[in-house]
């Protein structure tokens, strides 16, 4: 284990990344943030704390997180939340949940109907949904949507990129137009939607931005280079982005999901679905509500301190590999 140096004489410590000899303390760090502190996102809802849950730890008296303090912690109460390719799969239970949660979510996909659908069966549970039809590879439709869930809705939070084409081609097969089909979905359109979503999130204090991307990324699947190069270029984008908004109080981090029981699984056949779910160590395949506690987290103050960075839920694939 790596400790941070520690002024001897005082016990503060000393913060990496700053100027040689320069040793701050962290209050006076957080102060200038654009960031919600985390005590800050722990005490907002003003729940009463356990009684004397207090931590005298040396000069950092800090309230101990009880039941109720994690449980704000992954409240998303009056955020607004876009989902693209919620109207089934992942980011049908990532929008459910989101909901569930107390968010206002836009469920998104190219299909109005099934966009419909997914909206109303939120509102029947109790949730608030607005369905907005809209296909990724469109940017006017990318447009439209966030103009259309900003004046229902008021802003945005929370946007999941969570849509995708799975169109799989041998590395001598890829075509120009098959190349810019691909891309356009899941590479161009995370980027082009979250330029669209930027001045809202910009006005957000919980500004946070999933992008789903694959654990095929990492790996060499038969014929998926042009699907894992697109969700590689993803991942490098969530960095970047993150990079780039990081003092600007907007967190971008990504999924990477191992082979989960979709359309988009299930369209392969049954014998391919088998080899994956075989692929992975736990030698099955998810459910989608398996990816929802890494998503809320993502998405929530529960990750308040993590931007960039990719959380890979797979069933083991990546490392069995
Ligand atoms: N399932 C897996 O094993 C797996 C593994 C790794 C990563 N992932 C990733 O997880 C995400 C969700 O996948 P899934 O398995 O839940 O897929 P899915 O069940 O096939 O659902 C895909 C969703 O995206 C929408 N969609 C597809 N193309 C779109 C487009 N061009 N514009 C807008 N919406 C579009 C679909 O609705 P419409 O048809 O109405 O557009 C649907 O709502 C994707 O990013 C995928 O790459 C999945």
Redo the contacts with the bound molecule.
């Keep these: 284990m790596v400790s941070p140096p520690t002024n001897a004489s005082n016990g503060e410590v000393a913060v990496f990344g700053g100027q040689s000899g320069d040793i701050t303390r962290n209050d006076d760090l957080l102060a200038g943030s654009r960031h919600q502190s985390f005590a800050e996102a722990v005490s907002c809802l003003g729940t009463p704390r356990m009684a004397g849950a207090t931590d005298r730890a040396g000069e950092n008296e800090r309230t101990m997180l009880d039941r109720e303090g994690i449980a704000r912690l992954h409240d998303l109460t009056g955020r607004v939340a876009l989902v693209?390719?919620?109207?089934?799969?992942?980011?049908?239970a990532v929008a459910q949940a989101f909901a569930a949660q107390g968010a206002k979510v836009v469920v998104?996909?190219?299909?109005a109907r099934?966009?419909d659908e997914a909206a109303a069966a939120i509102q029947e549970a109790g949730g608030e949904a607005l369905s907005v039809a809209?296909?990724?590879?469109e940017p006017e439709d990318l447009r439209n949507l966030v103009a259309t869930a900003v004046k229902s809705f008021g802003g945005i939070d929370v946007l999941v990129n969570?849509?995708?084409?799975?169109l799989a081609l041998p590395i001598g097969e890829i075509t120009a137009e098959a190349f810019a089909k691909s891309f356009e979905?899941n590479v161009r359109?995370p980027l082009f939607l979250f330029q669209a979503c930027l001045e809202h999130l910009l006005d957000s204090e919980h500004a946070a931005v999933v992008n789903?991307?694959?654990?095929?990324a990492f790996l060499h699947t038969p014929g998926g280079s042009l699907y894992g190069a697109g969700?590689a270029a993803l991942l490098h984008f969530t960095r970047s982005m993150a990079a780039e908004f990081a003092d600007q109080g907007i967190r971008v981090n990504a999924l990477?999901?191992?082979?989960?029981d979709?359309?988009?699984?299930r369209k392969t056949g049954s014998r391919a679905a088998a080899s994956m779910a075989q692929s992975t160590r736990l030698k099955r395949l998810a459910e989608?509500d398996e990816m929802v506690g890494a998503v809320l987290y993502l998405a929530s103050d529960a990750s308040s301190y993590m931007t960039g960075q990719c959380l890979t839920v797979d069933g083991g694939l990546v490392p069995a590999r």
């Design positions: 693209t390719g919620g109207s089934r799969g992942i980011g049908l998104s996909s190219r299909k099934a966009c809209a296909h990724v590879g969570n849509a995708a084409n799975p979905v359109g789903v991307i694959s654990a095929g969700k990477a999901p191992g082979p989960t979709t359309t988009m699984v989608v």
